[in-house]
RNA sequence: UCAGCCGGCCGGGCGGCCGCUCCGGUCCUGUCAGCGGGUUCGCCCGUGCGCGGGACCGGGGAGGAAAGUCCGGGCUCCAUGAAGAGACGGUGCCGGAUAACGUCCGGCGGGGGCGACCCCAGGGACAGUGCCACAGAGAGCAGACCACCGGGCGGAUCCUCGCGGAUCCGGGCCGGCCAGGGUGAAAGGGUGCGGUAAGAGCGCACCGCGGACGCGGCAACGCGGACGGCACGGCAAACCCCACCGGGAGCAAAACCGAAUAGGGGCGGCACGCGCGCUCGUCGCGCAGGGCUUCUUCAGGCCCGUCGCCCGGGUUGGUUGCUCGAGGCGGCCGGCAACGGCCGUCCCAGAGGAAUGGCCGCCACGUUCGGGCGAUCCUCGCGGAUCCUCCGGGCCAUACAGAACCCGGCUUACAGGCCGGCUGAUACC
C-alpha cells in the first residue's frame, strides 16, 4: 500500500451478510450499519460488505451510492486507527438514497459512527444471562432465525447475543 | 433572415490528491517436482519447471443506447429412424443485400404535405364459412316509409236533356320500383340531353368502372385498349386459403477438480399375469401391461416390484467456458444503394456481493437578477413593451443511463451541442 492505508477487506459470502444482519445496528439517513464480531471466523481485521437494494434507485445510482460508501469506509477506517482496524469485525453498510446527495464528509462522518456503535460487543453487561441463551436458542432461536420479525419484536431476545 | 425537412456525429474537457481491476516486464520472496553436488543417511547447499505473495515500471479499462429482452444468428448440451402426414407458431407488394432476420437498400401501389419529404400489417374476398351494430323502407342473389305516376272503386262540384266528360277530395285496392326526401361508414356508377304515364343505362355524349389483347419492365406494376351498358360492396390485425420459414433448452448452457446426503450400477434373497419349450430349473423364449423416448402419429429403441451389501456419484466452492470477432480504422475497386472484394494497419473491458472510481479546483453554454449604449413599436408627454449588445452578481457541468458468453437488428429513454445537404417564404444585387 503505498498510501499507508491498510486495505479493508471485503465480505463476499451470503451467509456473512445473514450473520451480519443479526447484529447491532446503527441508522442515519444516508445508511444503515450492520456489525458483528467474528469471534469464530477466520483470522484478520475489520472487513466490510455493501448492499444497496433495489428500491434506492436505478443500476446506475446504485452504483455510485456504493461507490461513495466504499471510500469513506477506507477513508473512516483509517481515521479509526489501527486498534479498530484489527478488531475482526464484519461491517455490512447498507446504503440509502440520500447517501447519493449528501456531502461527502457527512457520509465519512455516518461511516465513523456507525463503525464505533456496531463494533462494540453486543452484549456489554449481565454475562449471567450467557447461560440462560443456548437452552432458549435451542428452542425458540431457530424459528427466530427464520423470521427477523419475531426475534426482532422479542427485547429480550435480541441482547443475549453472542461473544463470550 | 425566418420557418421547416433529411442524414451523420459528440454526448464533458483540463489539472491535483487518493484508490480498484486485467495484461506484460524487472526485482524480492514462499512452497516445491526434477537435476547437480555434499553427507555423520537425519539431511544440507546450489539450480529451479510449476503454483502463489509483494514492490516498482509500462499499457488497457462502460454505452449510444451497456436498457427493454422483441426478433435473427454463433456457441454449448439434449434429441436425431422415417414420413414430412397432421397440429402449432411466425412471416406476407416486388427485386436485391446478408450467416440470418420480423432488419437494411432500391423500386411499385395507396395516402398526406405548396415543397424538401413523411406515413402504410400493402398476398388471396368467383375455395368455403361468417359478420356488417345503431339508424333506416331496405345491408347481400336488397328494398318501397314519405312523395311520384298509371289503372280500377267511392264521394263532392261543374258542364250536359242524357250518354258522358272535367276538376277536386280523402279512403281503400292493384301495378310501376326509377330519380327525389330521409337513414347510414357503405343504398347496386356521375353529369347532361333525349325518352317516358312517371321514371330508370331505357338510349346517347363525356367521365368513371370492368376488360380480351398489345407494348414496356426480371418482377410488383405501368401505358394503350377492341369490347362490355355497368354486372362482380366492405371486413382476412374474423375463421380461413396460399406461399415460405421454424427440433428443444439456454453461459445459472457446458466441461473439469474437491467434500456430506438422494437417484444410478453390480451381486444376493424374496416376489412375478398368459402361452410355448425342454436337459423340468422357481430355467429360456415370446406375448400382454405400464413408463420413457423434449408437440402428435407411425416405426424403432430403452426400462420395469421389494429388501440387504458393495461400487460409484447433484445444487454450492474453485478452474475453464471468457473474449480475435460475420472485429475496428484507412485506401482502392464494383454497385444508384444496402453491401461486397482486395490491400495495408491495429489489438480495443473481461468483472464476478460484481473493477472501470471517490473528492477538490478551473473552463462553456444556457438561465435568472441588476445596470448601461442602441434600434423598433405604443404614447402629446411621463412612461411602457420587445430585440441586440456590453458590464457585474447568483445557479451550474447537468440528460437518459452501468458491460455480465458474443455478434446483427428492432424498440424505448435522452440535457445540451456540432457538421453536411435540401425545401418554402422574404429582402438585396
Do not use: C, W
Request: aromatic share 2%; proline share 9%; no cysteine.
Amino acid at each position: 500500500m503505498t498510501g499507508g492505508e491498510p486495505p479493508v477487506g471485503r465480505i463476499t459470502r451470503r451467509p456473512d451478510y445473514l450473520a451480519a444482519a443479526k447484529g447491532r445496528r446503527f441508522h442515519t439517513e444516508r445508511l444503515t450499519a450492520q456489525g458483528r464480531l467474528r469471534d469464530d471466523g477466520p483470522p484478520g481485521g475489520l472487513r466490510v460488505g455493501f448492499t444497496v437494494t433495489k428500491r434506492e434507485g436505478h443500476a446506475t445510482e446504485r452504483n455510485r451510492i456504493r461507490r461513495r460508501l466504499k471510500v469513506a469506509a477506507q477513508i473512516a477506517a483509517t481515521q479509526a486507527g489501527p486498534a479498530q482496524r484489527d478488531k475482526p469485525v464484519d461491517v455490512v453498510l447498507i446504503g440509502r438514497r440520500d447517501a447519493l446527495s449528501a456531502s461527502f464528509a457527512q457520509l465519512v462522518d455516518d461511516v465513523r459512527q456507525a463503525l464505533g456503535v456496531v463494533t462494540k460487543p453486543k452484549v456489554p453487561r449481565d454475562p449471567s444471562k450467557d447461560h440462560g441463551r443456548p437452552a432458549r436458542s435451542g428452542g425458540r432461536g431457530r424459528g427466530g432465525a427464520r423470521s427477523p420479525g419475531g426475534a426482532g419484536a422479542a427485547p429480550q431476545g435480541a441482547p443475549p447475543k453472542r461473544n463470550s
